[in-house]
């Protein structure tokens, strides 16, 4: 015999009720929050739930809750190259949406955490501090394995999707050279009125300890054109201002190969390296600045914290 609609609705009641006494008692445990807050500047520092790849998202006070904010793949890709080899592989490629097992995550203060396994016998251990002028990224990685690496790189991607920050055709991203700051795109003048299907995909770049590249601009595979700056970089940032002028965020490291934008995404690059022996431990940092003032503040910032970011083999 069905159950009637009341005795339904009785049930639903005290179902509801007799959780409701469970999480009052603590014996259900709320679901854990992975998001941090500072309490002077307002910004909010989250773990991007529909994703299980390790992912964070960037909010700024004041803006509307549908703005997506900044996307940081937290990394992209982690890739090595052994020793005695040219070439690169992946341990390890971030993928969009609920795809495989989440890592274990751990919230700590201001810092969100996470541990991974990786191909390779690598095992990484990943912190995002929200700091009181932007976020600290620090990468700890344990070789497992009898592979000698000559060099580990987590690919750290902070997307600038959130139409305050979104720079398409490079009018509001520097670079600092030795006569000053210029516009990290400024050498191709053209952009500014070349059709979007003729500008993008691209890669901007600009060198800091690699040599720089001879060729201006160079057609790579699946149609991404990669642009050169003629002259290198003195400092290891790349820095975007928003629509109004009033935020910055610019990436930073020690002493990275490079720097560069993927214009499209409006994301900021100073990845750095480390070897990681067979049986070995390193570990190394980057910083994205996000603070509301001038470009000369930030120049500044980076020339004061940059030494202070961790890089390279860690004794045991």
Known sequence: MLASPAWNRIFTRSWFLALLFLLVCGLVAPAPDFSVIDSTTGI???????????????????????????????PEHVT???????????????RPGDQGSRPAWRRSGQSLEYEMDLTGGVRVIARA???????????????????????????????????YFRDVRLQ???VHHRDGFDL??????????????DWLPN????????????NRIEKKEEGITWYNKSRPVDEPFVATQSTDGKWILATFTQDPGNVWSNPELTCQHADPETPLKAGGKASFELKSLLIQSTLDEVLAKVRQQRDRLQAGPTPD
């Not at 620090?138 to 690496?149: E, L, R």
């Open 172 to 174: 509001r991203t520097y």
């Open 184 to 197: 990290l795109a400024s050498e191709t003048p053209s952009r500014l009125t070349m059709s979007l299907k």
């Open 44 to 74: 909010r520092l989250q773990r991007v739930e529909e994703d299980t790849s390790p992912a964070l998202r960037i909010i700024l006070p004041g803006q509307p809750a549908s703005d997506p904010g900044v996307l940081v793949l937290f």
């Open 129 to 163: 501090t929200l700091e009181s002028d932007g976020i600290r990224y620090h990468y700890y990685f344990v070789n497992k394995s009898s592979v000698n690496y000559d060099m580990v790189q987590a690919v750290t991607d902070p997307r600038m999707i959130s139409p």
């Open 80 to 94: 090595a190259r052994e020793h005695g080899k040219t070439s690169s592989s992946h341990l390890y490629r971030y």
């Open 203 to 214: 890669r901007y770049r600009a060198s800091y300890t690699w040599p720089v590249e001879p």
